[in-house]
């Protein structure tokens, strides 16, 4: 099996969910371009390489030339945990519209082994207290917990997999984490575990 994971700095740690999934699923490939600070749409910390509808061509191809003829079986997306920002407040009517021209842009490459994979879509964690009581997360939870709902719609209307990241049965976001945002090992390993079961079925 071959994967493709594109996440945010929750995905970019030693014991992180994408390769909590490849320890999940040890004859699988996973090809992880998952980048700390990463959204989905905005362009974060003025930088536009962490707005993934900007650099996502150039990442398909990177994923497209490190699996050379084999295709992809499933491409995950775990993101809109910094898009949630206090920063972008006023903006989150847009994410779920951004989220879906990621989405068609994936399914659109021209790249063979990429445009026919599944795509399963992660819905961001909760916030914690620890990150809530700084002002750049302030009001983060709120945002994350309305993506949860408006996710998996753009992901029912587009024909992907969807995985409530929110509700991650077992995820105590106070307890498995240090800052209340960055998932520990057994965070990780239980954010995975629905989408095993989705990869499984």
């Known amino acids: 099996m071959n994967i493709l994971t594109l996440g945010d700095s929750n995905g970019t740690f ?10 999940a699923l040890p004859n699988a490939q996973v090809y992880n371009i998952s980048k700390g600070g990463r959204t989905i749409g905005f362009v974060n910390n003025g930088d536009n ?21 084999r295709p992809y079986d499933f491409i ?12 972008f407040a006023d903006r989150q009517k847009k994410v779920p519209g951004n989220l879906e021209k990621l989405i068609k842009t994936i399914k659109g490459s021209n790249y063979p082994t990429i445009s026919q994979a599944k795509i399963i879509i992660i819905s ?8 809530e009581v700084l002002e750049k997360y302030k009001g983060g939870d ?16 587009n024909g992907c997999l969807f995985v409530n990241g929110y509700k991650t049965p077992g995820l105590n976001i106070e307890a498995m984490t240090e800052d209340g945002l960055h998932l520990d090992v ?16």
């Open 14 to 23: 030693p014991d992180s969910w994408p390769k909590q999934l490849q320890r």
């Open 49 to 69: 390489n962490l707005n993934s509808l900007l650099v996502i061509d150039e990442n398909l191809r990177k994923a497209a030339n490190h699996t050379k003829e």
């Open 76 to 87: 995950v997306l775990e993101l809109g945990t910094n898009d949630a920002k206090a920063v």
């Open 124 to 131: 961001p964690p909760p916030y914690g207290t620890k990150a």
């Open 142 to 157: 709120k945002r994350v917990k309305k993506m949860s709902k408006s996710f998996k719609k753009v992901a029912k209307r």
């Open 186 to 201: 057994a965070g990780s390993k239980h954010l995975i575990e629905p989408v095993v079961a989705l990869i499984a079925k």
